[in-house]
């Protein structure tokens, strides 16, 4: 168990340091040909998701390899799901029924992550 956590935090916090890394410190027309809901959501939004992407990438990790509060590991995999709540619902909104696979696959790898972390923490 513990190594199937480690790959599939390693797998969801390298994604999400990479997403929400770009979220921080891209402008909008650099996000939206990878990112088209970009236009409809105001910028500060946009920075706090990314923000919020990178804390979380931290949290599946540094709590869990310092043994300080590894709960934050479930937290942040939780967040992760809703964040791709969320990004489904934006998605659906848009009729962008489509491109809502990597989310769904984004959602059920942090749900396994939760999981995985609850037997394993």
Request: hydrophobic share 60%; aromatic share 8%.
């Amino acid at each position: 168990m513990t190594l199937a956590y480690w790959i599939v935090a390693a797998l969801l916090a390298v994604f999400y340091l990479y997403a929400g890394g770009k979220k921080v410190v891209q402008s909008r027309e650099q996000l939206q040909p990878m990112m088209g809901w970009v236009d409809r959501v105001p910028m500060p939004l946009v920075r706090t998701i990314g923000v919020l992407e990178v804390l979380g990438a931290v949290g599946l990790v540094l709590p869990p390899l310092t043994g300080i509060a590894p709960w934050l590991a479930v937290a942040a995999a939780v967040g992760f799901v809703l964040i791709q709540v969320g990004g489904i619902a934006v998605h659906l909104s848009r009729g962008e029924t489509r491109q809502i696979g990597l989310n769904l696959g984004l959602l059920v790898t942090a749900a396994v992550a939760i999981w995985l972390a609850t037997v394993w923490v």
